[in-house]
């Protein structure tokens, strides 16, 4: 009886080690599927990062003109508050840089499709802005006044934070 235990234990260990030596086969996509060669496009989160719709509602338009950002100088150690209009942009003095606001939303939303305004509230402020270095697109991005450090724009002597927006 062990004779017949031990045969049937080595021949499992046989096919075991002879199927782990077998080439690995390479599963093809079904007709139709998109290439995943090169894989899939991410962030540095590792999550894809997938193109919005920015929606300004009529309403916050028509209540909201600028926004205040505080412009700080890390190697200067100063800071200072500017009034920039939405749509307009300004030259960070002192540096071959310009910021662009582009959108302002009182109480930024993202759905699945767009990013807008859950309310005419301040209640989480943001602010889209166009960074620019001697004429070069620097970083695009979201400003928030109450999570400075989400998103931030990474820049070793300039920071830029959004303080709120500014109605009409």
């Known amino acids: 009886m062990k004779t017949i235990l031990v045969s ?7 096919w075991t080690v002879a199927g782990c030596k077998k080439k ?3 599963v093809q996509p079904p007709p ?8 899939m496009p991410m962030t540095m989160s590792g999550m894809q990062k997938k193109e919005r719709a920015v929606v300004v509602p009529k309403e916050v338009k028509a209540k909201w003109a600028a926004v205040k950002l505080m412009i700080e100088d890390k190697t200067a150690k100063t800071a200072q508050e500017y009034t920039v209009a939405i749509g307009s942009d300004l030259v960070i003095p002192n540096t071959k840089m310009k910021i662009a606001v582009l959108a302002f939303l009182p109480d930024f939303k993202m759905t699945e499709n767009d990013i807008t305004s859950a309310s005419n509230k301040p209640n989480n402020p943001a602010a889209q802005v166009l960074i620019q270095e001697s004429g070069k697109e620097e970083w695009k991005g979201w400003l928030f006044a109450s999570h400075s450090q989400i998103h931030s724009f990474p820049h070793e002597r300039i920071s830029i934070k959004l303080l709120s927006g500014v109605s009409k």
């Open 32 to 39: 139709g599927h998109p290439s995943m060669q090169g894989g």
């Open 24 to 26: 690995e086969e390479k």
């Open 8 to 14: 049937i234990l080595m021949c499992s260990l046989v």
